[in-house]
């Protein structure tokens, strides 16, 4: 286990610069996903402290050490890849044991720690198998016995379940989590399946073109996000948004509709701001101080996603009631006053 | 997918006609091996199955034999010419070592080099590889002198060594490129999950890479053996006691006759070996290598 520090690491490929000097922190034993849109630098970020992409500008540490110029190997890192990876000429047993060979691991030393990998994973009965004759989720969990036989002192994984269908990706999830709750080694998760982030990590770090736009616990980002991309890249569905003004103390929108602020609201006289409110806090009331017309009802079981319109713009609310609205009805709407969120229109920033 | 009855039948029905037109030149070659003298130049049309069979063509080019000891034992009539110098032992060694030599050193060259190619950065790779693959443009006719000149001053002319190197020469652009083909199939995780193991470069390649390709490797291997064996042009210009298969073959072609029996008794003979070594490697010819190693 070690603590893993990044310090201003730029990246660049010849002139195009990918990461802008990146800041973080992971501390000892914490479980840090890597979330962004595809092309944010997930994975360029991850391959750095890996070794096995030159680092531009910056320190990578791994502990206490500066690991820019250590190779991959004497790094003591072990990395499980999106499309696994695995040796496809040796068994199992063989992929497991192969970092162990290659250190000249005592035989029976090899022998127990595979046998403690394939319990942990439930790889017992497959271990005399080539990996073509394993299902995805077998993989997927074998390239994980390849990584913890090696008892390294930071995992990182790059995007391990996106190739699994959903049902297996969730079980997959959890037994993640659960390795992870069990041997407490640090680990780096690469994804930018927002759910797998909020539910496997201690910290969430979003990214967002080679820059991080915000850093913190899962709840801390969904309850207070930093700025309007994080505020509408997680949540799902996604958070409401409507631009306006502030007049008076109220945000009034383009078309008109005048929603009452929270007290002690930072947001100055006349500023164009975004008002943002997720759609588990818009709720249908009829006694709710906005009208708006009935889109489209989509229940999925336990609660309901009703769209409706508002100045031209969709808005979502969920609800577990069975209220049994149709399309083309009008609804009122009342907003939790102290859920609302107001970003600057110009900088995108939260005003808090 | 499925076909109808019908068109399967048409499709066999061509596939057959297709081998056939392929065997025959074969099985013509193989049968006149074992012809008398009379059936070979029967000048009232080609003789098919009603001769007298007989081994007096191997027994003279895979035994020694002359051919007047084959024809006392056989109780035959004495042919024209005669003599050990259709004797094709020490040439089918010679060219087997020839063969197997220069197969072997150019997979080893060729691998590494291909490994490197596909895996290492290079400044004007592209430019490189062309220029690899240009090496092929030029007919070898147009560069024997110069080369039978350099290995003169080598001192490697008329020696095994100097035909395998001339031999491993050929093979090693199409080699290369081929081998990097496949191994440019095999994705860099699988590399970089090796390394982050804590393997070297090669220990990487030697006990990783060098394995997921090996179907690659022994087509490749197929090849190189195949050009070897059949090579004519550079054999003749760079020996002159040894002889390999072709030029043997060519110097049955005489002043005084042309000897279709030796000719085609050795011919016969000569797709044994290579037709041993693709049995050899052909269990490695599998396609899919890399299955399984990949998500799917
Ligand atoms: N070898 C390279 N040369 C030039 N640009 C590169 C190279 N590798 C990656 N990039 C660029 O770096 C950026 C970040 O790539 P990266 O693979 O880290 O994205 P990612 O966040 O992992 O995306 P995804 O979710 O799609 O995997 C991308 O814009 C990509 O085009
Ligand atoms: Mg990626």
């Avoid at chain 1, 913890?148 to 930071?154: D, G, M, S, T």
């Avoid at chain 2, 030796?262 to 003979?269: C, K, P, R, W, Y």
């Avoid at chain 2, 599998?286 to 399984?292: D, E, I, K, M, P």
Wanted: proline share 5%.
């Amino acid at each position: 286990m070690a603590t893993v520090t990044v310090r201003d690491v730029v990246k660049k490929y010849g002139e195009l610069k990918v990461i802008h000097g990146i800041n973080l922190s992971i501390a000892e034993g914490s479980f840090v996903v890597l979330l962004g849109p595809s092309g944010c630098g997930k994975s360029t970020l991850l391959r750095m402290i890996a070794g096995l992409e030159p680092i531009s500008e910056g320190d990578v540490l791994i502990g206490d050490r500066v690991v820019n110029d250590v190779h991959p190997k004497d790094r003591n890192i072990a990395m499980v890849f999106q499309n696994y990876a695995l040796y496809a000429h040796m068994t199992v047993r063989e992929n497991m044991s192969f970092a162990l060979d290659l250190r000249k691991a005592p035989k029976d030393e090899i022998e127990r720690k595979i046998a403690w990998a394939a319990s942990i994973l439930n790889l017992e009965p497959y271990l005399d198998r080539y990996p073509k004759q394993l299902s995805g989720g077998q993989r997927q969990r074998v390239a994980m016995g390849r990584a913890i036989v090696r008892n390294p002192e930071v995992f990182l994984f790059d995007e391990p379940l996106s190739n699994l269908d959903a049902k297996l990706r969730v079980q997959m999830r959890t037994e993640i989590k659960e390795l992870h709750q069990r041997l407490k080694t640090t680990t780096i998760y690469v994804t930018h399946d927002q759910i797998e982030a909020m539910t496997m990590a201690d910290k969430i770090v979003i990214m967002r073109n080679g820059y991080i736009e915000q850093a913190g616990s899962p709840l801390e980002v969904y309850d207070n996000p930093d700025n309007l991309f994080v505020a509408e890249f997680i949540g799902s569905p996604s958070m409401n948004l409507i631009e306006g003004r502030v007049e008076g103390g109220r945000f009034v929108s383009k078309g008109g509709t005048a929603i009452a602020l929270p007290a002690g609201c930072k947001a100055g006289e006349g500023q164009a701001v975004v008002l943002g409110i997720r759609p588990e806090h818009t709720h249908p009331d009829p006694a709710g101080a906005l009208e708006a017309r009935v889109g489209v009802v989509e229940p999925t079981g336990p609660e309901t996603h009703i769209y409706f319109e508002l100045d031209g713009r969709d808005i979502c609310a969920v609800t577990r009631e069975r209220t049994g609205v149709k399309p083309g009805d009008p609804i009122r709407l009342r907003l939790d006053a102290d859920r609302i969120h107001l970003f600057d229109q110009a900088s995108g920033k939260a005003i808090r | 997918m499925q076909t109808s009855r019908p068109v399967q039948i048409l499709k066999d029905i061509l596939a057959t006609l297709i081998v056939i037109v392929f065997m025959f030149p074969i099985f013509w070659w193989s049968l006149s091996s074992i012809k008398p003298y009379t059936a070979i130049f029967n000048k009232d049309g080609p003789v098919y199955f009603d001769f007298q069979p007989t081994l007096q063509n191997y027994e003279v080019t895979l035994l020694g034999k002359s051919r007047i000891e084959s024809n006392l034992e056989s109780g035959g009539t004495s042919g024209a010419g005669g003599g050990s110098s259709y004797d094709s032992r020490e040439t089918i060694l010679q060219s087997i070592i020839v063969a197997v030599g220069s197969t072997i050193l150019t997979i080893v060259l060729s691998t590494l080099a291909s490994y490197a190619l596909s895996r290492l950065p290079m400044r004007g790779k592209q430019h490189f590889l062309f220029w690899i693959l240009s090496q092929r443009f030029m007919p070898p006719i147009a560069a024997v002198i110069p080369i039978m000149f350099m290995f003169r001053d080598m001192a490697l002319l008329d020696t095994l060594t100097g035909l395998i190197i001339a031999h491993t020469l050929i093979n090693i652009p199409i080699a290369v490129l081929l081998l990097k083909s496949f191994l440019d199939d095999v994705p860099k995780e699988i590399d970089e999950a090796a390394m982050i193991d804590g393997a070297t470069r090669l220990q990487t390649f030697r006990r990783i890479i060098l394995p997921m390709i090996k179907g690659g490797v022994a087509a490749t291997a197929v090849l190189c053996f195949i050009v070897s064996w059949t090579e004519f042009l550079l054999s003749l210009y760079l020996t002159t006691s040894i002889r390999t298969l072709p030029v043997k073959i060519s110097t049955f072609v005489t002043s005084t006759g042309t000897e279709w029996g030796f000719i085609t008794a050795l011919g016969t003979s000569a797709i044994v070996p290579s037709f041993i070594f693709i049995l050899l490697v052909q269990r490695h010819l599998v396609r899919g290598l890399t299955l399984g190693s990949l998500k799917d």
